[in-house]
């Protein structure tokens, strides 16, 4: 798989990392950890459009709605999946 | 002659009893003050409404005078704030009279407010003055997608909205929450009056992928960037020290392929207020990666608005103090 289709948890979770503010230790987030909402870590609105953001350079999918990014963006493993989908359908 | 004598010691004993309560009540943060949180309320705007309606624009200007000088002279730490925040701009501008004329101007907004409140609609366009580079907004809207304008807390930008719908362009207004939801509600009504929608930052975390939808489907998108979300920020250089600008407007561009326009509202010394729109900016990755991408677009942004702060610092309206330190690291990145 060419590095920059391969979708991993560790790349995921680094693009996380990266691109955002955390409120919580990062050694905490694990695959199925709630990323946005009431349950969430504390992410904002812009958080997400620097994932966003980031996914599209990364992987060249956009998110262009809001229930396509609440859906995608709901944990790791879910955005992993959804990913490996639409690189495989691409 | 009689009548306004007594209407001006009343309004002078009315103003200097709300400033010794401001002076009481205040404890550091102007935010904190009892007053504030009582008047920056719907029935606070609704009560400038009503002085406006019954005393005039004439005698309102004098009032909002009277309360900017009050307002200034008992808020000895905000007033200092001002000065900070001024002497980043222009240190030989940094001195009382500008800092207090800040107050003013920002009092005179609230008279504004009030005129926009009780005028038509359609009148909105005899309040501006001098136009510059109205042609920049054209030529973005021949593009095919929508325009992200970004300004900062200068001069009576709120007039911007309702301004940009006049002239044609679907609009909505990012702002972040108010103090209280009832004024976060009245402010958006208020807006909508023009057709000017208004979407709260921060209420979903995916609200921002939502104006990007509304960028490609052609709405013109308003936010100011000078006192920013959260951290999502980068340094940018004034003439005196660095500030904080958000990184939204770049990000928004970057997804949704429109371009960002920097745009300014002075008040001009006849009371109108000139519009001033600079060349659009078009946000690309740069091979430099993300953070420079980010970091770089910002201060093309800032380098545009910038300029105008330095010559309106009294009409740049900020209560507490924005200076970076140069050694603080760039927080988004």
């Known amino acids: 798989m060419d590095s920059k289709t391969e979708v991993s948890i560790e790349i995921l979770k680094g693009i996380l990392l990266e691109n955002t503010m955390l409120q919580v230790d990062a050694d905490s987030i694990t695959q199925d950890t709630i990323l946005f909402g009431e349950h969430g870590i504390g992410l904002d609105s812009l958080d997400a459009l620097q994932i966003i953001v980031s996914l599209e350079k990364r992987y060249g999918i956009e998110i262009k709605d809001p229930e396509t990014a609440r859906e995608a963006l709901e944990s790791l493993a879910i955005l992993q999946s959804w990913l490996q989908k639409r690189l495989t359908s691409a | 002659m009689i009548v306004p004598l007594i209407a001006a010691s009343f309004g002078l004993c009315t103003t200097a009893l709300l400033g010794l309560f401001i002076y009481r009540q205040s404890a550091g943060d102007y935010r904190n003050a009892t007053v504030y949180k009582k008047l920056y309320t719907p029935r606070g705007f609704l009560l400038v409404i009503y002085l406006r309606q019954h005393l005039g624009r004439t005698n309102s200007k004098r009032l909002a005078l009277l309360l900017g000088l009050v307002y200034a002279l008992t808020q000895f730490k905000t007033l200092q704030a001002i000065r900070r925040n001024i002497a980043l701009l222009d240190p030989d501008k940094a001195d009382l009279s500008h800092a207090i004329r800040n107050c003013v101007t920002q009092a005179e907004n609230f008279i504004e407010f009030a005129e926009l409140w009780i005028h038509s609609t359609s009148s909105v366009l005899s309040k501006l003055g001098n136009r510059t580079g109205l042609d ?139 519009i001033v729109a600079r060349p659009m900016i078009v946000p690309r990755w740069l091979p430099e990666g993300r953070a420079y991408t980010l970091q770089k677009f910002t201060e093309l942004v800032a380098a545009e608005l910038i300029p105008l702060f330095v010559a309106h610092p009294e009409q740049w309206h900020h209560f507490t103090d924005l200076g970076i330190s140069l050694s603080s690291p760039s927080s988004a990145l």
């Open chain 2, 136 to 274: 920049q907004l054209e030529k973005a809207r021949s593009l095919g997608k929508g325009c992200i304008l970004v300004t900062g807390h200068l001069g009576f930008f709120e007039l911007g909205g309702p301004v940009m719908a006049e002239l044609g362009f679907p609009i909505l207004t990012l702002t972040l929450p108010e103090p209280s939801e009832a004024l976060t509600q009245w402010r958006a009504d208020f807006r909508m009056r023009w057709g000017v929608r208004t979407a709260v930052v921060g209420d979903d975390a995916f609200s921002a992928v939502e104006i990007t939808r509304e960028l490609r489907n052609g709405t013109f998108v308003a936010l100011l960037a000078d006192r920013p979300f959260h951290s999502h920020t980068v340094p940018v250089d004034v003439p005196h020290g660095q500030i904080a600008f958000s990184t939204a407007p770049v990000l928004l561009s970057l997804l949704s392929g429109a371009p960002i326009i920097p745009v300014g509202l002075i008040v001009q010394p006849d009371g109108k207020h000139q």
